[in-house]
């Protein structure tokens, strides 16, 4: 278990793996990121830090 104090800011400001695909190509969609993080099992084991994610457009 990580040290309670431990924790990570993930800071996102676009980029590939926060997009989804449209009709126009891939675009950007705001929480893609974050949720994608949260459906990851290794992001949610208990050896792992508590994490905050900051989208900037």
């Known amino acids: 278990m990580p040290d ?5 800011l993930v800071i996102y400001t676009g980029g590939t793996i ?3 695909e449209s009709e126009e190509g891939y675009v950007p ?14 992001f949610r084991a208990d050896d792992v830090p508590a994490y905050e994610v900051h989208e900037f457009d």
Request: aromatic share 0%.
């Open 29 to 42: 969609a705001s929480g893609t990121l974050q949720a994608l993080m949260q459906d990851r099992p290794s």
């Open 18 to 20: 926060g997009m989804v």
């Open 4 to 8: 309670s104090s431990s924790r990570i």
